[in-house]
């Protein structure tokens, strides 16, 4: 009882120093001198897993509307079937998960990198990085292993004014690769 008791205690004592003024945190804005003298690593790694519910996108211009409608994002895995988890079993319908992990290659790919380079020319760049899933697919596939696939789903209704058009769906991708270089002038 006494163990049970101090074990309660502890508990009640984690929590309300977690709940304290004291251990939270606030993001502040930065205006472009702060951010200037701001030093540290340059670079960032983003895994975005993203499920949502859109009603409508719309676009219009002089009277007439191009809209998508009940918009979804997710994973896909609608049905067991649609998404084989590589151990027999079905991923559940779920978050697109846009990184990859492939623990047999021990790579752990985020969804975008940021990074700041030197151009030839020493000019300072951002550069936007997708995950290579390109080679890492022929790497795969070299070593007899199936080819890794970002699990995303991005479906809607399309609509023209009041018409409807059809339904837009982009699924499951398996070859990217890619980067956007981004410079002031």
């Given amino acids: 009882m006494r163990r049970t008791t101090h074990n309660l205690r502890l508990a009640l004592a984690c929590g309300t120093a977690l709940l304290s003024g004291t251990g939270q945190a606030a993001l502040e804005s930065l205006d472009n001198q702060a951010l200037s003298e701001i030093s540290g690593q340059a670079g960032i790694n983003l895994r975005l897993d ?33 998404c084989p988890n590589g151990a027999g079993g079905n991923f559940p319908l779920g978050p697109a998960q846009l990184g990859l992990t492939v623990p047999a290659l021990g790579a752990d790919q985020p969804t975008l990198k940021l990074d700041v380079v030197k151009s030839a020319s020493g000019t ?52 990217l690769r890619g980067n956007f270089r981004v410079w002031g002038h």
Avoid at 51 to 56: G, K, T, Y
């Fill in 50 to 82: 993203v499920m949502a519910r859109i009603d409508s996108i719309s676009w219009n211009d002089d009277g007439g509307s191009l809209s998508l409608r009940n918009v979804r994002i997710d994973n896909g895995c609608l049905k067991p079937g649609d």
């Fill in 124 to 175: 300072q760049q951002i550069r936007l990085e997708l995950p290579d899933l390109t080679t890492i697919n022929e790497q795969l596939q070299a070593s007899f292993i199936p080819a890794q696939r970002i699990r995303v789903r991005v479906a809607a209704d399309m609509h023209i004014g009041e018409s409807r058009l059809g339904s837009l769906e982009i699924r499951d991708i398996t070859d």
